[in-house]
């Protein structure tokens, strides 16, 4: 007991010093460089394998009930905008490619330097070892991510049409709104899991998808979540003070919850790692006792 007292306040203490929220806002930052040539990449899919506008106008009907209008609107408008051009979803799905890559691997680096900070390391990966560490890495969130979207967002009504259009009747519905929410929650823990052992520059004693950090980091992400959502909906009169910009500010403060959240489980982990080091007789430091990655 004395050892979690122990784990959680030097946990807050070294969230608060390693300044885990300005580093939050830099990840928010190139999420949002991201962001929006990911949702171009997927819906640019759908118009070379000839599902465009079908597909696209379901989507986003489905999401006029879940998400603000704020938010759908301009958003509906920019990627319709885009697909629509000259040059259609080819020309669309290759530039989306190159920026949404860009973008993620951005954030990725900016992941980097923050768990550093966490882990307590300089960073010594080379650049070309870094870059091709980020693109590899990127693709395998990008799956995980959508992955993890499908589950939140597609139910109701929209997927008993879906499974039903690929042959699964209504017990493969009721399967699926059992199944979605929780399988949501640990896809997300996979992500958390797959950042912290993959971008810092320290060697880890092993992977594992299921950490106590991934675990703390997304029941806090949810709890943060659940509680900006009924804040904005109940208190906020965000759509009086912003306009038109309304549906920005909520994005950029939930993605910036978010990136809090996934900092606020590496400091876990990495306690939790000085802690076991503790307990194994190695003396106090400032630093864990874990080698570098090789550059």
């Known amino acids: ?6 784990v959680t306040k030097r946990t807050l203490v070294s969230f608060y010093d390693d300044q885990m929220t300005h580093h939050a806002a830099a990840l928010t930052y190139y999420a949002l460089m991201s ?3 990911a949702l171009l990449l997927a819906f640019s899919l759908l118009g070379v394998v000839g599902e465009y506008p079908r597909t696209y106008d379901a989507i986003i009907g489905y999401l006029r009930e879940v998400a603000p209008a704020s938010v759908l609107k301009p958003l509906d408008a920019s990627l319709r905008g885009a697909l629509q051009s000259k ?12 920026v949404a890559l860009y973008g993620t691997t951005g954030v990725l680096e900016a992941a980097r330097r923050a ?3 966490v882990f307590e390391v300089p960073g010594g990966r080379s650049f070309l070892r870094r870059k091709a560490i980020d693109v590899a890495s990127t693709l395998v969130l990008m799956v995980l991510i959508l992955v993890s979207l499908v589950m939140v967002f597609v139910g109701g009504a929209f997927a008993e049409d879906l499974l039903s259009f690929v042959g699964l009747g209504p ?17 997300a823990m996979l992500v958390f899991a797959f950042i912290y052992y ?10 594992r998808w299921v950490t106590p950090g991934a675990i703390v980091g997304v029941l806090f992400w949810l709890a943060a979540s659940l509680g900006f959502s009924a804040y ?11 306009g038109t910009f309304a549906g920005a500010i909520v994005l950029v403060a939930w ?7 996934l900092l606020f489980g590496a400091e876990l982990n990495a306690e939790i790692e000085r802690q076991k080091e503790l307990s194994e007789g190695v003396p106090p430091r400032e630093t864990l006792n874990r080698p570098e990655r090789p550059t």
Do not use: C, E, H
């Open 198 to 207: 993959v971008t810092p520059d320290v060697k880890q004693r092993s992977f």
């Open 115 to 117: 768990l550093n900070v």
């Open 171 to 187: 017990s493969a519905a009721r399967a699926w709104s059992i199944a979605r929410w929780p399988g949501a929650v640990l896809v």
């Open 87 to 98: 040059g259609t979803a080819t020309t669309a799905l290759a530039i989306s490619t190159v």
């Open 255 to 261: 993605l910036w919850l978010t990136n809090v959240a």
């Open 35 to 37: 962001l929006f040539p």
């Open 232 to 242: 904005i909906s109940n208190y906020a009169n965000v759509g009086a003070i912003y």
């Open 1 to 6: 007991m004395r050892g979690a007292f122990a």
